[in-house]
């Protein structure tokens, strides 16, 4: 193996010991929780090294290099899934490589996602993104507000080629991940009640995966930790 293939197999091993664990502190089965490793700023060769070894799901924000790393991968029969902020006129070309987008935090995207996924002529699964940032820092949040959630879970499942599969979040900056992964889990609760398919939930990245697979994260979303420190330029 290479050397950098190395590297990456350590990490990953490091990363797949915590999620572990992590069910282990509350009687979880590791197997219900899928790693997303998180490639952005990292080269396709990367892609192939994590496929190598075993990772089927990889997450990408921005739509210019996902779509070209997804493209160069498509050989490799990964899930791609879309993490980042995203623009309505760039949405329906990201339904036509993801598997998943995580992202969806608002109702304007809808019509986009439904009509890339119908032209490819395949359901997309997609998750809301929910905002945890107390009021202070909601300025340039991403995700939606828990208040308007409905209407946007509502707007998702009406268009039929979108699958409502559950929520996304981060927890905010420089507040504790587990109070915040806790009203998350609330948040899901509620939700699910309602919408009983939507049943993923995606929280959880290299610093504060465990507070998320305490609370519930069926997906955690895994950059630094198993590739390295991300160029700071792009
Ligand atoms: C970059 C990113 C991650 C991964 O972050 P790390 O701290 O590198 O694990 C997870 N989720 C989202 C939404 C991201 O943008």
Redesign the pocket.
């Known amino acids: 193996m290479s050397e950098r293939g190395e590297e990456v197999a350590a990490r990953l091993a490091e990363v797949r010991g915590r999620i572990a664990r992590a069910c282990g502190t509350v009687g979880r089965d590791p197997d219900e929780v899928t790693l997303?490793v998180?490639t952005?700023y990292f080269p396709a060769a990367d892609v192939r090294i994590l496929a190598d070894l075993g990772v089927r799901d990889v997450?990408e924000?921005r739509h210019q290099e996902a779509s070209e790393k997804a493209a160069e991968c498509a050989d490799l029969g990964l899930a791609w899934h879309f993490?980042?902020g995203l623009q309505s006129n760039k949405a329906a070309a990201v339904a036509g490589y993801c598997d998943v987008v995580?992202?969806v935090d608002r109702v304007k995207l809808v019509n986009g996602l439904q009509r890339g996924a119908h032209e490819r002529s395949h359901p997309l699964d997609v998750l809301l993104q929910v905002s945890l940032d107390p009021p202070e820092q909601a300025e340039n949040r991403s995700g939606v507000e828990p208040a308007d959630l409905e209407p946007l879970a509502r707007a998702v499942e009406d268009a039929g080629m979108l699958r409502l599969r559950g929520l996304?979040a981060?927890a905010p900056l420089d507040h504790d991940p587990a109070e915040a992964f806790d009203r998350l889990a609330a948040i899901h609760r509620d939700l699910l009640a309602v919408h009983p398919g939507a049943d993923l939930l995606s929280a959880g990245?290299?610093?504060d995966?465990e507070a998320a697979v305490e609370r519930g994260a069926t997906h955690v979303?895994?950059?630094?930790?198993?590739?390295g420190s991300?160029p700071r330029v792009k």
Request: no cysteine; hydrophobic share 50%; aromatic share 0%.
């Open positions: 997303v998180v952005k997450g924000n993490i980042g995580e992202s996304m981060v990245m290299s610093g995966l979303r895994v950059g630094s930790a198993v590739l991300r």
